[in-house]
């Protein structure tokens, strides 16, 4: 689209005012609302910000910053303002004022990555496994009581949420975002949208939309959302398994019909840099202090760095299907993490891997779970991170995953990130009180 077909679409469908979205490095979605009569300053570029009141980006002294949006991300909200006036939406990278990227830009820190890929002959495609959980409201306020006791793939009337899934998988449709399939999740309350695969960087924005539209549809069923990664004790958490492929010529790279298990060396060498840089991009894919407790055995989340065709304990496994739908699926990504930053750090390792020929090993194909710790020890199978400040360790000496984003990106975020983990280490839980004020 151009200038033009927006202004003209914006008229046509009696669009008020335009959202210009973006992210802060924590993932967190932003944006400025401009009305009609701005528009064509919006499309642009000329709408000024203070980048200082966003986590992560610049000093006050360095405050003035410019949305630069991406005309092909427009697309109109399909629930109108009581007086009827609609509501479009552009998604925009950080300028600095002299026009040049902004280096604090999640989205533009993804590009630079594709363009990597790119340079190689590559691109890539992803589709995610987007989980959350539903919640009843009491009072205007969320809690964790949910409103079915269903499970996973049951229908109706024991799956309360599926009008509501409904709903939710229409108006991402109407945003222009492609739904492979929607189902309840394991948990009471839990629920997953599965996207059709797209390019990676279309695929980011839609995560971002995806999470905008499921709170507001739950919203307007008075239900609270949350991606949360693991909100209840004793039941699944929430991820968002990541299936990943490259294409070169428009041949899916990772497949070849005369290797063993189908699967190029090409394939293989970007499991081999996914595994081998897990420790370091995981406090990406898995940023919260509560992440971690979502990353246990014995709740379908990976904890082992290895990789397998079928079993689904490992941290890396490739699905059955072969020729153009050959994929790689990361289990270890979390709903919480910036999608930029996360793909951005996925795709890195992969090529890192395709550069240096890692070798990922042969596929572990038993329950991981259940091995002896001799038997990990002889497979080489080594863990995850256990907590967010271990991640934030290997994230530190990382010079992968300090290259792909960046000093201004790293710094900020491990600082943001220390400052969470301190605050949660010398918080006071219920379960200490519980476990201790009485017997000591």
């Given at each position: 689209m151009?200038?033009?077909d927006?202004?003209?679409?914006?008229?046509a469908?009696?669009?008020?005012f335009?959202?210009?979205?973006?992210?802060?490095?924590?993932?967190?979605?932003?944006?400025?609302?401009v009305?009609?009569?701005?528009?064509?300053?919006?499309?642009?570029?000329?709408?000024?910000?203070?980048?200082?009141?966003i986590?992560?980006?610049?000093?006050?002294?360095?405050?003035d910053?410019?949305?630069?949006?991406?005309?092909?991300?427009?697309?109109?909200?399909?629930?109108?303002d009581?007086?009827?006036a609609?509501v479009?939406?552009?998604?925009?990278?950080?300028?600095?004022p002299?026009?040049?990227?902004?280096?604090?830009?999640?989205?533009?820190?993804?590009?630079?990555?594709?363009?990597?890929?790119?340079?190689?002959?590559?691109?890539?495609?992803?589709?995610?496994?987007?989980?959350?959980?539903?919640?009843?409201?009491?009072?205007g306020?969320?809690?964790?009581?949910?409103?079915?006791?269903?499970?996973?793939?049951?229908?109706?009337?024991?799956?309360?949420?599926?009008?509501?899934?409904?709903?939710?998988v229409?108006?991402?449709?109407?945003?222009?975002i492609?739904?492979?399939?929607?189902h309840h999740?394991?948990?009471?309350?839990?629920?997953?949208?599965?996207?059709?695969?797209?390019?990676v960087?279309?695929?980011?924005?839609?995560?971002?939309?995806?999470?905008?539209?499921?709170?507001?549809v739950a919203?307007?069923?008075?239900?609270?959302?949350?991606?949360?990664?693991?909100p209840?004790?004793?039941?699944?958490?929430?991820?968002?398994?990541?299936?990943?492929?490259?294409?070169?010529?428009?041949?899916?790279?990772?497949?070849?019909?005369?290797?063993?298990w189908?699967?190029?060396?090409?394939?293989?060498?970007?499991?081999?840099?996914?595994?081998?840089?897990?420790?370091?991009?995981?406090?990406?894919?898995?940023?919260?202090?509560?992440?971690?407790?979502?990353?246990?055995?014995?709740?379908?989340?990976?904890?082992?760095?290895?990789?397998?065709?079928?079993?689904?304990?490992?941290?890396?496994?490739?699905?059955?299907?072969?020729?153009h739908r050959t994929?790689?699926?990361?289990?270890?990504?979390?709903p919480?993490?910036n999608?930029?930053?996360?793909?951005?750090?996925?795709?890195?390792a992969?090529?890192?891997?395709?550069?240096?020929?890692?070798d990922?090993?042969?596929?572990?194909?038993?329950?991981?779970?259940?091995?002896?710790?001799?038997?990990?020890?002889?497979l080489?199978?080594?863990?995850?991170?256990?907590?967010?400040s271990?991640?934030?360790?290997?994230?530190?000496?990382?010079?992968?995953i300090?290259?792909?984003?960046?000093e201004?990106?790293?710094?900020?975020?491990?600082?943001?990130?220390?400052?969470?983990?301190?605050?949660?280490?010398?918080?006071?839980?219920p379960?200490e009180?519980?476990?201790?004020?009485?017997?000591?």
């Amino acid at each position: 689209m151009d200038k033009r077909d927006i202004l003209e679409r914006a008229a046509a469908e009696r669009v008020k005012f335009l959202r210009l979205q973006f992210t802060d490095i924590l993932g967190v979605i932003k944006n400025v609302e401009v009305p009609d009569r701005q528009f064509a300053d919006a499309l642009d570029g000329r709408i000024m910000f203070d980048g200082s009141s966003i986590e992560g980006f610049v000093r006050i002294e360095e405050s003035d910053m410019y949305l630069s949006p991406d005309l092909d991300t427009f697309q109109i909200f399909p629930s109108t303002d009581p007086g009827g006036a609609r509501v479009g939406r552009l998604i925009c990278d950080i300028s600095n004022p002299d026009g040049s990227p902004f280096v604090g830009c999640p989205r533009t820190t993804l590009k630079r990555v594709i363009a990597m890929a790119e340079a190689r002959g590559f691109t890539m495609a992803a589709a995610p496994e987007t989980e959350f959980f539903l919640f009843l409201r009491r009072d205007g306020r969320p809690t964790t009581d949910t409103h079915d006791a269903a499970s996973y793939f049951d229908l109706a009337p024991v799956d309360l949420g599926e009008d509501v899934r409904r709903e939710i998988v229409l108006s991402l449709e109407q945003m222009g975002i492609q739904v492979e399939a929607a189902h309840h999740e394991v948990a009471p309350g839990q629920h997953e949208i599965d996207f059709h695969t797209n390019d990676v960087l279309a695929t980011a924005d839609n995560i971002g939309t995806c999470r905008f539209i499921v709170k507001n549809v739950a919203l307007r069923n008075n239900l609270h959302a949350t991606f949360m990664p693991k909100p209840i004790f004793g039941v699944n958490g929430s991820g968002m398994h990541t299936h990943q492929a490259l294409f070169r010529d428009g041949a899916n790279a990772f497949f070849d019909p005369d290797e063993e298990w189908q699967i190029s060396r090409t394939g293989l060498h970007y499991i081999g840099g996914l595994l081998r840089h897990a420790k370091g991009y995981c406090a990406i894919t898995n940023p919260l202090v509560n992440s971690y407790k979502r990353l246990v055995p014995g709740f379908e989340a990976p904890t082992a760095i290895a990789w397998s065709e079928r079993n689904r304990s490992p941290l890396v496994r490739v699905p059955a299907a072969r020729h153009h739908r050959t994929r790689i699926e990361l289990r270890m990504p979390d709903p919480a993490c910036n999608p930029y930053l996360a793909l951005a750090v996925m795709l890195r390792a992969g090529l890192s891997g395709i550069d240096e020929a890692i070798d990922p090993g042969p596929p572990v194909n038993k329950n991981i779970s259940r091995m002896s710790h001799r038997e990990r020890r002889h497979l080489r199978i080594d863990d995850l991170p256990a907590n967010l400040s271990e991640a934030l360790d290997e994230f530190e000496k990382s010079d992968l995953i300090r290259e792909t984003l960046g000093e201004h990106i790293v710094e900020h975020f491990l600082a943001a990130k220390r400052e969470e983990w301190d605050e949660y280490i010398r918080h006071v839980s219920p379960w200490e009180m519980n476990r201790y004020l009485g017997v000591y």
